[in-house]
């Protein structure tokens, strides 16, 4: 190491493409800077340079960072990767060499340098070994919102920022869960995005921008964009959906939604979306209480025994207009409103009003993961409730299932009004099964209050179940192992012995 000082690197923000967005601060750097460097692609014009132009001067040195052939196949051992790597290996050497001799380089990024910008190869590279500064610059998002001239993000609403390379899936599920969105990285991957936001059921509110503050700028609706003509320079956005003018519709629709069993990582990205694109939340109030607040959403909680009426106000509502979110818990086709909705509909008098059912997660499946895997093999799933059938059918259920030696679950296993029906299930059972099957207790799972313990059958304790709870009665084939570490796990295995 020289006893010379070193120089000082800056990454420089230069905004949008309009070189009035640039900051005042970006200009002094440059104007203080002895090496200007900009990345470009090969042999191509560098966008970086083109807008900071009128601040570059003769004496500047200027340092281009020709990109490697952008095209996957490559000579190189380590492919277009490796290639890459040598690239900003090289590239960074080059810097270091001006840094190490005293002088200040500034390296010219479009937009943010740390947002998606190049410059941050050479920052990881550098950072730790000369004094350096990052000089923040207006983003391509917020270029795009403020050319669109719309509200972008508000109050409570989530902005996602997707990069338009990921695959299909993963962009929908994204697309579907948000509030807001922009999608960088256009060109080539439009179609796709397209599809997603199709996919996604988000087509209609979203808009285009094209090469936002530059030359030659374009915004428009997405869905009228011919995908031939779009390049790299573009995105796509969902503004804000708050205050968005209420379309007036002659109909509205109904989807029926489950929160899952319980806790926010169980609601999938469909039903997310759903819940926030509704006018209207229906349902029990715990359920209603899992979903964030909306402003200009309306509520109408009830307790838990109305299903018909609340299935019939849904609809009424989604025949005036109104897109209405019909919420249960769990999977909403699981002992949940999903069925009172269809039955309800089925009247000659809703037979037009759209009514859409989407999966989610049920409780069986949750208490089954905290234990391990009891439901690996044919197993039966049954309500102990004898508020809408019989005892006597449900006896005979319970009967039939534990000769066909299936795994069990058991919902509604028992409430405050409901004691005994656990213990004779249990007794039932025990005519079948051996003492010492399995049973989990799954109780509040992925709650606050959750706990999950396993029990044999014998030992089945019906002051211990309530209706927060779940049991998993095991087959003759469901085995218990502790673990290493003391815990007990239950799996059921997907082979029978003499297979
Ligand atoms: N649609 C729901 C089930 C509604 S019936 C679903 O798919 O999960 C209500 C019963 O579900 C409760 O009595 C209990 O047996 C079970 N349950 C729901 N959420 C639960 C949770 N987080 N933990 C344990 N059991 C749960």
């Not at 599809?195 to 087509?203: C, D, K, N, P, V």
């Not at 002992?335 to 409780?363: C, H, I, N, W």
Request: aromatic letters at 6%.
């Amino acid at each position: 190491m020289s006893t010379q000082q070193t120089g000082r690197l800056y990454g420089v923000g230069l905004g949008p493409g309009d070189p009035s967005l640039m900051t005042v601060r970006a200009v002094q750097v440059i104007a203080e800077a002895d090496v200007v460097a900009y990345h470009s692609a090969r042999h191509g014009r560098s966008i970086a340079r083109s807008i900071a132009a009128e601040h570059i001067r003769e004496d500047h040195i200027e340092e281009r960072l020709m990109y490697p052939l952008t095209v996957e196949t490559t000579d190189h051992p380590g492919g277009y990767r490796g290639a890459l790597d040598d690239f900003y290996e090289e590239a960074s050497a080059r810097l270091a060499a001006h840094l190490d001799a005293g002088r200040t380089v500034a390296v010219l990024a479009e937009g943010d340098p740390l947002f998606y910008g190049s410059y941050q190869h050479m920052h990881k590279r550098l950072a730790h070994r000369y004094p350096t500064e990052v000089i923040p610059g207006v983003t391509s998002v917020s270029a795009a919102a403020a050319r669109l001239g719309e509200p972008l993000c508000e109050a409570e609403e989530i902005l996602t920022i997707i990069p338009g390379t990921l695959p299909e899936e993963e962009l929908t599920a994204r697309l579907a869960s948000t509030d807001s969105a922009v999608v960088m990285k256009l060109g080539r991957t439009f179609p796709t995005v397209r599809r997603a936001l199709e996919r996604a059921g988000r087509l209609d509110e979203a808009r285009y921008v094209e090469r936002a503050t530059m030359a030659g700028e374009r915004t428009a609706e997405l869905a009228d964009v011919d995908p031939e003509s779009v390049p790299y320079f573009s995105v796509a956005v969902l503004p804000s959906r708050i205050d968005a003018v209420a379309e007036v519709r002659e109909q509205g629709d109904v989807v029926v939604v489950g929160t899952g069993p319980a806790g926010p990582l169980w609601l999938t990205p469909e039903t997310r979306g759903a819940l926030a694109a509704a006018d209207d939340l229906v349902g029990y109030t715990t359920y209603l209480d899992r979903v964030p607040v909306r402003p200009g959403q309306l509520r109408h909680g009830s307790d838990n025994k109305v299903e018909a009426e609340r299935a019939e106000f849904a609809l009424d509502l989604a025949r005036r207009g109104r897109r209405v979110a019909v919420v249960s818990g769990g999977d909403p086709g699981v002992f949940a409103m999903a069925t009172a909705v269809l039955e309800a509909a089925s009247q000659d008098r809703y037979k037009d009003v759209p009514v859409r059912v989407l999966p989610g997660l049920t409780a069986a499946n949750a208490a089954a993961a905290r234990a391990g895997a009891p439901l690996g093999h044919d197993y039966a799933t049954l309500s102990l409730s004898d508020r809408l059938k019989p005892w006597e059918v449900i006896a005979e259920r319970l009967r039939a299932a534990a000769s066909a030696d299936l795994v069990l679950a058991l919902y509604n296993p028992g409430s405050r009004s409901r004691t005994w029906q656990v213990g004779k299930a249990r007794d039932l059972l025990l005519e079948h099964r051996s003492g010492a099957t399995p049973v989990v207790l799954g109780r509040d799972v992925g709650g606050d209050a959750e706990s999950v313990r396993i029990v044999t059958l014998a030992d089945l304790d019906p002051s211990e179940v309530d209706m927060r709870t779940i049991l998993i009665v095991g087959s003759s084939q469901t085995r218990l192992v502790r673990r290493g570490d003391g815990r007990q796990i239950v799996w059921t295995p997907r082979r029978y012995p003499e297979n």
